[in-house]
Each structure stands twice: as structure tokens, then as C-alpha cells.
């Protein structure tokens, strides 16, 4: 069921591809001289030398392969794996798009220049924020992006001593990471018994060395915080900032603005909430948005709708900078732009509404068994503990999530949040109709009776995909990197 | 009520709410205060239907107009098999997450092994990541490796001839770290490398060049390297992967850390985005270097397969002592780099690369025959050359013009820089797409403008 590298199928002289041959005049590559010996390359590299159709059928195996929200059910939580429109697809492959360079003249640009500017009009009114920048490439990308405006604000204020970042415990990697990576020192905030914000641990925290705390709202587990008002009082009251992680906005667009619950800057991540594909890793895209407070910090170049067209504008004493190559991913702003436009303010709210319907449903499925330590009414996301199934029979979350591969589904997001020993998170997303919802927690259940009946099955799942359990410690004992 | 995208009938709906126990979809929401939730819709406009949308962007669309693109500084225009795109738009690629889980993922995770192993044989680097986000943040994330591997160090040394939006990019990487960004100063259109022992003070942790340069020059590096490891800085070089076709290699260069972007090998200018960055590092950098990376390994039954590995690196292990906060990469767009170098092979990419250099060349050498315009230094270049024009306002008639024609003749440099100084000069790319049709059009604009 394997595939062969390419490289293993190459024969000296095969080619799938040919370049027209060169039409100068004659006379005029022979007499240019050549570069100067010593800066020119002395070792080829290896690459395959296939056909053309060895190409094709490569990668057509290597995309059976592998398996997207195409295939078929992905709750994997925290990463929004819903549907995403075809017309997209079909339209991010306009020539009048793909052909344009980011550097021609703004004259003749005048298309791409108010997708962007009407995507920042759509995305400030989702969020309720004033403005932002398309630059940033991912989530984390504006994490960064948006930590960066904040240290950029103090320094303006001569606010130099606030140095920390206060970040919940169940929040994700990339938050620490990306405060680290501005200088920030992080300082963690523990979570309370319901799974939320200890307010009291956050506000012995709370003093003048604060820029800003990093929120998830929901936060990682699912859970609204529902003290969002007080929590962002008292950091602005100690002269902090807040940043909101917009990896979870699917569960409250159209119903709620992180602008309203007092965030000063945000990002989202269009691959996640606003259906871009994404691409068995990226590209994505990480839009940072801002309240007043930090708009004059924004990347440039701004973009700004003149009496002669649209215009970036450069002249932007206290902005950060420039943080990406050119302007950003155009084609998943544009994916992004039309899933707005077909969506419409009915229908995002609609997508947020059974995301959390889907979420819900499947919850009170699982709930009746396996462990959900954080219960109640949860958003568009739940996290599930499967410790009592690791002591009692020795299947772990790994074992839970391997054997679903079996069944036909994706597996949902595990060991995440740490918070919970042996996490599974579902996020179903609105993609999913009630019989695959149905489908899915019966098949989990059955999967659950069998484990305990029978753990060495789990323990040896999954079998229907071309290799088993990957020996880990060998890929970094004796790291095998490249051909 | 139907929405896109949304399976859900009434009875579905009523049957679920049933099931969670509660009456409505709004109680879900039971734990927003009355103050956070929005009483009118967020003011966009209403849903539309699949053809009008279609209808709308076409009409938006027709507002870009597209001309023959001399233009690169960064983002070029070469031929791009059919394969390309055509297999990047398999389903099971597009739609699909990171590769998680390892054993449903082996397509995925094998075309990033291939990518990984055609970035090393290129670069001439040891180990390569999955992908970044673009050459400038490759750029960035060298900064943070070189800092973090020279102790009490903090900054970076940059050649001045970096690109303009690199080097911008550097800037704001630096931005309230407390790390600096030196630049070294550029002469005759390439680094001032005899100002580099210098510069080599304690603080410094490595050295940052790129080569083609911002004019598209080729630099070169002759003891750079020995210079640098003489005081335990690195060196990062940056490339249009392309260009290594023909020029010396970051690893023949004797650099720490290959960087750059993959645009230029089967991704369309897409206004920029997506592209790819790469990163290429050397064994002893290999816990360091950011990102994704995959591996080859064996399952239980000794069959080999592969999976994402190295990850004690990574921010979803470490969180705040990660070596970066990277987690989405560019994926896609690199699977398009990898099945473009597999219909191309090593032949194609010299064949690619060589007839953009004759072509360039062909270009300049009769540009710099026309009064009003000259090349500006007498430095080897490969696919793109800067030409200062006498003044200002012949310059903006010779693009105004050759635009009308449908040509885009270059790129002023100003226009990334903002300085005056450059006002003057164009940077013009030439690709091996471009045909000989096209550069005779290109030059008969240019005599009847600047005769
Ligand atoms: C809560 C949260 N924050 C941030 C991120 C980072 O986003 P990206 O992968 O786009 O960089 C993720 C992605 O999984 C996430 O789930």
C-alpha cells in the first residue's frame, strides 16, 4: 500500500517537462560570458528524473494517502475543520489573481486592493475591533504580530517596566511562544474548579509589570468566560492589554465581539473560522485586528480608500513595521472574502449557532460515557478525559483516537488542553449533519465496549492504514530527514 | 431557514435541542451576559447566492488588469508545469489539517520528506524544515537562532543589500526584544565586506546576506565564513532557491543556515501570497531550527513510514522555551515546489535558471545601449538588474508608456526603500518565460520612449 520516494523511480534522461528552446539571436548566448568561476555552483543536486506521468500517479497516491474534511468527519478540536466551499477553490484560481504580481502598479491592482480593504471592513465589524492588517501568515504569526503592537505601545509610553504576559494555563503553545519571542517574561494563570479563569490568581498577578494577558474565548476547553467583563476591567485598570486568541471565534461570530468583552487586539485564523482550506498544514492566515488604542501600532502599509482609488499608506510613525514579504496570503484572504460574502451576517451567525448546536449534541452523547470533566453547556468544543479508562483498563486517549482512524473518521485533537490528563477534544463544527454526528458517537462507544472487553486491540489499532504505530523514539534517536 | 454550508433541518434542529435538554439555541449561550450578546446582526451584508458571487468578484476581478510581467524583487514569473496545480488540488491534500495523526497522513507527511530532501540537496544543508511562512520570515527566524546560540549576544548583523521588506521585517523582529539589527553598508551595489571583521564585536551572533541581492546582484562570500566561526557567529545566506541552480550553494558558501523562498519554483505571483520560506540548516543546528519537521521511521511490523518528529522543539512541547512560536506552515505551497522540482529534475532547474540568465542579460545589455538609462554597477547578476534613469520624469514615461502597451516594465526601487536616493532606479526581472515576442516588444517601447 506504501509509495516508493520519487527519487527511488528515476532514470538518467527522463523528463516531464520541456522548456521551449531559447530564441535569441544566434550568436548572443555564446558570446555572453559566462559568470565568473568562482561564484558558480560546483555540485548538482539530486532530484528525480521521472515522467510526466510518474508525476501524476506519485502524488495522486500520496494524496490517497492522506485524509481531509473531504474524506470524510474531523472534530479535531481547536482547529475548526469545517467545510470549505468549493467556490473558493474555483475562484482563487482566477488568472486575474493568481497572475498578479504584489508589485505592479497600484493602478492596475485596484481588484486585489479592495478585496483586502472590504475583507478588514467585514472582519473589524465580526470582531468589533476598528481595524487590522492582513499581513500575518497563521494564528501564530498574529500572535506575534499583535504581542509586538502591544510592547510597541508601552515603549511609546515609556511604559518600559511591563515585561509579563499572563497567560491561562489552558491556553495554546503558540501564546507563550510568541510572548517569549517578543521578550515578554510569561507568567501563568491558573484555571478555577468550572475550568475558567481564576479571577483571584489573575489579580494577585495583576501590577504595573503587565502588558497584557492572552485570552481564548471560549477558552481551550470549550467553556465561555463568562467573567470575560470583570477580567478585562481589572487588567485595563492595572494599565494592561488584551489580547484575544481567535481560534475560537466560530463559536460566538455574529452573537458576541471579542470588542465588546474589552479586547484591545486580536487575530483570527481565517483556515480555522472563515472555511479556507487548510492546505495539510497552511498556508492560513492570521488577520490582527485592533481597537483604537493600537491602530496606529499596525504593520504597514495600510490600506486606504481615496477619492483616486485605493492606496497603501506608508506614513505611519508608530507602526511596527512590516511583518510579511508582501501584503499576506492573498488567496486565503480571498477564499475568506467569499465565504463572507455567501455567508452574510445571517449566516455566520447561523455557522457560530450550530457549531454550538453540533458540539452539544455530541456531548450529551458521549457524556453518558466517558468523563467530561469540565460539564455542562460547553460552546462549539468539548473536551473529554479518558484517565479513568487509562487506569482501569489501560487504554489511553492515544489508543481512543488510533482506533477511530479505523472507523473511517479523523480522531480529535488529544492531550490537549494539559489541564485535562488524557484529552480528547471534539470540535464537530456546523459542517456536520446530525446522522454523522450520530454515526461518529456510535461508533466511539462501540469502539469504548470493545476496549474494555478486549485491550490489546485498541493497543494494536490502527489496521487499515499503510503502517501502524510510528516508532517515535527511533524518528529522533536516528533522525531520517531527507533522501 | 437554509444557510450555506449547514446540513440542519427544523426537525433536525428540534430533535438535537431535545437531546442536549434545552429549549432553544440561544439557552446555549446562557453564560454571555445580556451586555455581550449583540442584539442586531454585525452590520455586513446579507448572504448571497453562489452565482452572485461569481457575478460579484468577476466584476471586482475586472478592476486588476495584468500585464507582461518584467517585474521580480521577490515574486517572479516562471513557467509552472501543468502537474502543478492540477495535483495541489487534490482533495485529500487541500482539505486536510497538519499531519497529526501519522498513520493516516503517510501521503502528506512523505511529499513533506520529499520537499525536506530536495530543500537539502539544493541548499547543500544538512536538514531542512517542512516550510515557514516566506523568505522574510526565514529571514527573522535565523535572527532568533543566531541570538540563541551565542551566549550574551544580541544582535544580528544584516548586509545592507538584504531586500527592502527583509530587512524591514528584521527590523520589527527586533522591535522591543532588546536585540539589535546592524546593518553592514553596501558599495557598489553589494556588501562592504571589508568592513565585516569590524564588525564582528561580542555582541554580534551572526551575519545575514543575500544573494541575488536587493538589484538582483550576485554577492560574493569568499571568507565570510571563516571570519564569522573565527568568533562564534553564524551565517545565514539567503537565496531565491532558483537562482542556486547556477550559483554557488549556502553549504558551498560554507553558511550555517540556508533561507529564503520557494516562489520561484511553482508558485503563481498570486499578489504575493501564498509562497513559501524555506529553512536549511547544518547537523549542529538541527535541535534549532524552527517549524515542522518529518521523519522517516519504522512501525511495529518494520515497515517504514513517516511522521512529524524533532518535535521537543516545538511551542505545543515547550510553550514558552520553544525555539519559535511556528505551528501552520505553508504546506501546500510547498507540495507545489515538490511536484514542480519532480517534473522539472535537476535538468529542468538549470534549464530554468540559465535561460532566465541569458534572457535578463539579453535585455540589459540593449537597454544599456539606449541614452537616459544605464546599468548601475558593473557587478554579475543572474535574472534581475537594477538601470538608473537620468530623471524622473523620463523614468515615469518610460513605465507609463510601456504599461499602455501592456508591459510592466519594473519595479522602482523607491517604491520598496521609500528613499530618494532610489528614486531612479528600476529593478526589471526576466524570466525564462519570457518569450523572445515579448522582449523585442519590451525594447522597441524602450527606443521609441528614450530616444
Ligand atoms: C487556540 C489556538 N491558538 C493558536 C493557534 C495557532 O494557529 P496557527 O496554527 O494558525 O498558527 C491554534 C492552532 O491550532 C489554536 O488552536
Not at chain 1, 240 to 257: F, H, K, R
Not at chain 1, 365 to 381: A, I, N
Not at chain 2, 377 to 392: I, K, M, Y
Amino acid at each position: 500500500m506504501s509509495e516508493p520516494l520519487l527519487i527511488d523511480k528515476s532514470k538518467k534522461g527522463r523528463k516531464a517537462y520541456c522548456f521551449p528552446a531559447l530564441d535569441l539571436p544566434r550568436g548572443f548566448e555564446q558570446a555572453l560570458p559566462e559568470l565568473p568561476s568562482h561564484l558558480l555552483r560546483i555540485k548538482p543536486a539530486r532530484l528525480p528524473e521521472v515522467a510526466e506521468l510518474d508525476v501524476v500517479r506519485h502524488f495522486t497516491k500520496l494524496s490517497t494517502l492522506s485524509f481531509g474534511v473531504d474524506n470524510g468527519p474531523y472534530p479535531l478540536g481547536s482547529c475548526t475543520m469545517k467545510y470549505n466551499p468549493k467556490l473558493g477553490e474555483q475562484i482563487a484560481q482566477f488568472p486575474a489573481f493568481t497572475t498578479m504580481h504584489p508589485l505592479q502598479d497600484i493602478s492596475t491592482s485596484q481588484g486585489c486592493l479592495s478585496i483586502m480593504y472590504n475583507l478588514l471592513e467585514d472582519l473589524s465589524s465580526i470582531t468589533g475591533m476598528s481595524w487590522g492588517s492582513l499581513q500575518p501568515c497563521a494564528g501564530a504569526h498574529g500572535e506575534y504580530v499583535g504581542l509586538k503592537m502591544i510592547r510597541a505601545y508601552f515603549l511609546e509610553r515609556g511604559e518600559v517596566a511591563r515585561n509579563k504576559v499572563l497567560v491561562p494555563i489552558s491556553a495554546h503553545g503558540t501564546n507563550p511562544a510568541s510572548a517569549v519571542m517578543n521578550g515578554f517574561d510569561v507568567v501563568t494563570v491558573a484555571s478555577n474548579k468550572e475550568g475558567l479563569v481564576d479571577i483571584e490568581d489573575l489579580k494577585s498577578k495583576l501590577d504595573g509589570s503587565v502588558a497584557a494577558l492572552m485570552l481564548t474565548n471560549p477558552n481551550t476547553l470549550g467553556l465561555f468566560e463568562k467573567d470575560i467583563l470583570e477580567i478585562s476591567a481589572s487588567v485595563h485598570e492595572c494599565g494592561g492589554l488584551l489580547y484575544y486568541d481567535g481560534a475560537n471565534l466560530n463559536a460566538i461570530m455574529g452573537m458576541a465581539t471579542p470588542g465588546d468583552m474589552g479586547f484591545d487586539v486580536l487575530h483570527l485564523n481565517l483556515h480555522k473560522t472563515f472555511s479556507t482550506p487548510h492546505g495539510g498544514g497552511g498556508p492560513g492566515s492570521g488577520p490582527v485586528m485592533v481597537n483604537d488604542t493600537l491602530r496606529p501600532f499596525l504593520p504597514k502599509p495600510d490600506i486606504e480608500l481615496t477619492d483616486g482609488g485605493y492606496v497603501y499608506t506608508w506614513d505611519r510613525p508608530l507602526s511596527i513595521g512590516k511583518v510579511s514579504m508582501f501584503w499576506g496570503n492573498f488567496l486565503v484572504l480571498l477564499r475568506a472574502y467569499v465565504y463572507i460574502l455567501r455567508m452574510g451576517s445571517e449566516g455566520i451567525k447561523a455557522a457560530a449557532a450550530h457549531a454550538v448546536l453540533n458540539a452539544n449534541y455530541l456531548k450529551s452523547k458521549l457524556e453518558k460515557h466517558f468523563d467530561v470533566p469540565y460539564g455542562g453547556v460547553c460552546m462549539h468544543e468539548f473536551v473529554i478525559s479518558c484517565e479513568n479508562l487509562k487506569k482501569e483498563y489501560g487504554i489511553t486517549a492515544q489508543d481512543m483516537a488510533k482506533g477511530l482512524i479505523d472507523e473511517g473518521y479523523h480522531p480529535p485533537t488529544m492531550y490537549f488542553p494539559t489541564l485535562v490528563s488524557e484529552a480528547l477534544m471534539f470540535e464537530p463544527t456546523e459542517s456536520e449533519s446530525i446522522e454523522t454526528l450520530d454515526a461518529f458517537a456510535d461508533s466511539l462507544i462501540s469502539l469504548l465496549e470493545r476496549a474494555k472487553k478486549d485491550p490489546a486491540y485498541l493497543k494494536g489499532a490502527p489496521y487499515s492504514t499503510p503502517v501502524g504505530r510510528l516508532d517515535e523514539v527511533r524518528a529522533i534517536k536516528e533522525p531520517d530527514l531527507h533522501y | 431557514m437554509v444557510y450555506p454550508y449547514i446540513p440542519h433541518t427544523d426537525e433536525d434542529r428540534k430533535r438535537m435541542l431535545e437531546a442536549i435538554g434545552v429549549g432553544s439555541i440561544e439557552e446555549l449561550y446562557a453564560s454571555l451576559t445580556e451586555d455581550l450578546l449583540l442584539s442586531d446582526s454585525v452590520p455586513i451584508s446579507h448572504g448571497r447566492t453562489e452565482d452572485e458571487v461569481l457575478r460579484m468578484i468577476t466584476a471586482i476581478a475586472q478592476r486588476n488588469s495584468t500585464g507582461i510581467p518584467f517585474l521580480g524583487c521577490g515574486c517572479y514569473d516562471h513557467l509552472v508545469p501543468s502537474t502543478v496545480q492540477t495535483l495541489a488540488s487534490l482533495p485529500s491534500f487541500v482539505t486536510a489539517y497538519t499531519p497529526y495523526q501519522a498513520e493516516m497522513s503517510q501521503g502528506l507527511l512523505q511529499a513533506s520528506y520529499e520537499f525536506q530532501s530536495m530543500i537539502c540537496e539544493i541548499t547543500g544543508m544538512d536538514v531542512s524544515n517542512a516550510s515557514l511562512y516566506d523568505g522574510a520570515n526565514s529571514a527573522a527566524e535565523a535572527a532568533t537562532i543566531m541570538i540563541g546560540s551565542k551566549r550574551k549576544s544580541k544582535a544580528v548583523l544584516v548586509s545592507g543589500t538584504l531586500h527592502p521588506f527583509t530587512l524591514q521585517v528584521l527590523h520589527t523582529w527586533a522591535l522591543g526584544t532588546g536585540n539589535e539589527i546592524r546593518v553592514l553598508e553596501e558599495k557598489n551595489g553589494v556588501t562592504d565586506l571589508k568592513s565585516l571583521h569590524s564588525a564582528l564585536t561580542d555582541e554580534v551572533a551572526g551575519l545575514i546576506v543575500q544573494t541575488p541581492n536587493r538589484y538582483g546582484l550576485l554577492e560574493d562570500f569568499s571568507t565570510v565564513a571563516e571570519q564569522l566561526h573565527e568568533k562564534g557567529c553564524l551565517f545565514a545566506i539567503s537565496s531565491d532557491i532558483l537562482s542556486l541552480a547556477i550559483q554557488k550553494s549556502p553549504a558551498e558558501w560554507g553558511a550555517d543556515i540556508a533561507i529564503g523562498d520557494t516562489q520561484a519554483l511553482g508558485l503563481p505571483l498570486a499578489f504575493g501570497g501564498p509562497s513559501c520560506g524555506y529553512m536549511a540548516v547544518t547537523k549542529a543546528l538541527m535541535r534549532k531550527i524552527p517549524g515542522r519537521i518529518v521523519g522517516a521511521t519504522v512501525d511495529g511490523q518494520g515497515r517504514r513510514g513517516y511522521t512529524l518528529t524533532l518535535q521537543a522543539r516545538e511551542q505545543h512541547i515547550k510553550r514558552e522555551k520553544a525555539s519559535s512560536n511556528v505551528c501552520s506552515n505553508q504546506a501546500l505551497a510547498a507540495l507545489m515546489t515538490t511536484i514542480h522540482l519532480s517534473s522539472l529534475g535537476w535538468s529542468g532547474m538549470v534549464e530554468a535558471a540559465q535561460q532566465s540568465y541569458v534572457k535578463a542579460h539579453y535585455l540589459a545589455y540593449h537597454l544599456a545601449q539606449l541614452p537616459g538609462m544605464t546599468l548601475v554597477w558593473d557587478v554579475p547578476f543572474w535574472c534581475e538588474f537594477p538601470l538608473r534613469f537620468s530623471d524622473s520624469k523620463k523614468m515615469r514615461k518610460f513605465l507609463q508608456e510601456l504599461r499602455n502597451e501592456g508591459i510592466f516594465a519594473g519595479v522602482r526601487l523607491s517604491s520598496l526603500t521609500r528613499e530618494t536616493k532610489d528614486e531612479l532606479v528600476l529593478l526589471v526581472a526576466v524570466t525564462e518565460k519570457r518569450s523572445r515576442e515579448e522582449l523585442e516588444l519590451y525594447l522597441a517601447a524602450a527606443r521609441r520612449v528614450m530616444k
